[in-house]
């Protein structure tokens, strides 16, 4: 059972687009919600995070938008630029004090043309 | 600051053949350790996690098993790899109370 779904599994972004990367839970216990981005051979790196009491997140070119309600949340690159270009993961976890790990979606590969 | 590694960074092993994967964390102390997998188009599954020393759950039935011999270090083991163990195995770290997870650069594993 999958229990983050992630969509598009591919996209391509013109260079100074925007780039918008949507995921959807199903737990209702999962109350922290990261963005991993990953470089071909590399481990994941932490982008940005968000937790339920808030709506948006901003972090730079990043946005995290958190819809509680509808259990969805979406990752939007501003201004995007071919350095983006990576897979971008979304996932889900419960309460911190728990030892549970990542739950991820199946990533978004995304590039962006020059 | 906290450095988390992994070796070997790549691994061409043949089917029926053991594995040792390891994984060591420096500058923090009784981490949580994960061990997740990355297949193609699959994205990452959890593998094993761990809270302490010799403290090991496991999320999947597989293959494969693991261990925490000292606090920051934790082992990813096979006695006998098939086809199905290639990917690229990543290890990562979080401390107890935090929401945050580090991860490794990965091992790079080719079972043929």
């Known amino acids: 059972q999958q229990q983050v779904k992630q969509s598009p599994q591919s996209l391509i972004v013109q260079k100074g687009g925007i780039s918008i990367i949507n995921c959807a839970y199903e737990?209702?216990?999962?109350?922290?919600f990261p963005w991993y981005q990953q470089f071909p051979g590399k481990g994941p790196a932490l982008l940005i995070a968000?937790?339920?009491?808030?709506s948006e997140k901003k972090e730079g070119r990043f946005t995290i938008s958190f819809n509680k309600s509808a259990k969805q949340f979406s990752l939007h690159i501003m201004d995007s630029q071919p350095g983006d270009s990576a897979t971008y993961f979304c996932?889900?976890?419960?309460?911190?004090?728990?030892?549970?790990?990542?739950?991820f979606g199946k990533g978004t590969h995304l590039i962006i043309q020059p | 600051s906290q450095t988390i590694h992994q070796w070997p960074a790549t691994l061409v092993q043949p089917v029926g053949s053991p594995l040792s994967l390891e994984c060591t964390v420096e500058?923090?102390?009784?981490?949580?350790l994960y061990w997740y997998r990355q297949a193609a188009g699959r994205g990452l599954q959890l593998l094993f996690y761990?809270?302490?020393?010799?403290?090991i759950s496991s999320e999947v039935p597989q293959n494969l098993s693991a261990s925490r011999p000292q606090d920051r270090q934790f082992i990813l083991s096979s006695k006998k790899l098939l086809l199905s163990d290639s990917g690229f195995y990543l290890c990562?770290?979080?401390?107890?109370?935090?929401?945050?997870?580090?991860f490794g650069p990965g091992t790079r594993l080719t079972v043929l």
């Open positions: 990562a770290w979080r401390l107890a109370w935090a929401y945050t997870q580090y």
């Open positions: 737990n209702t216990a999962f109350d922290y």
């Open positions: 968000i937790r339920p009491d808030v």
């Open positions: 996932a889900a976890s419960k309460a911190g004090g728990g030892a549970d790990g990542l739950t």
């Open positions: 500058g923090t102390s009784n981490p949580n």
């Open positions: 761990s809270v302490g020393i010799g403290q």
